[in-house]
């Protein structure tokens, strides 16, 4: 590619990007990549990772969740202590996300955790809670990775 033909394309991006913008942009809430890792069945419990976007134009705070797959489901933040060891436990005040901003569910991170798990395979529903917008309902992919 030639310094021009860039030049050129970069301001072709621009336009569409201002051309978002000028129709508001994506003002959703949108969770993607969301997986679960596979788990023995004798599990008490499995993560839930996704990413989430808040393209709105205020704060979300994500609280919690739910699905028939699970006694319950927990809001949890990995931490990892001066001897190594792993503890999770509840963010009693949720996660909040600001407007713009994406937050990562993901392994040795916060995570919903599925409580006495009753799908091993497959995928299955989770309705995620949220303060400040509506819930946002998920499918859930059991992944092996
Ligand atoms: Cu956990």
């Known amino acids: ?4 033909s860039r ?5 072709l991006l621009m336009s569409a990007v201002f051309a978002l913008t000028a129709c508001g942009g994506p003002t959703t809430l949108t969770i993607s990549d969301e997986w679960s890792r596979a788990v023995p069945r004798v599990a008490e419990a499995s993560a839930i ?3 989430i976007t808040n393209g709105l134009d205020s704060a979300v705070t994500v609280i919690g969740g739910s699905s028939e797959a699970c006694a319950s489901i927990e809001l949890h933040e990995t931490s990892i202590d ?8 509840p963010l009693a005040d949720g996660l909040l996300v600001g407007p713009g901003e994406s937050a990562e569910f993901e392994p040795l991170g916060t995570h919903l955790m599925c409580i006495e798990p009753t799908v091993f ?22 992944e092996d990775r």
């Open 1 to 4: 590619m030639t310094p021009s």
């Open 7 to 11: 030049l050129r394309s970069t301001a």
């Open 49 to 51: 990772y996704f990413e």
């Open 82 to 89: 001066d001897n190594r060891v792993m503890a999770m436990r």
């Open 121 to 142: 395979e497959g995928s299955f529903a989770v309705t995620v809670d949220f303060d400040g917008a509506a819930d946002i309902e998920i499918v859930v992919p059991i």
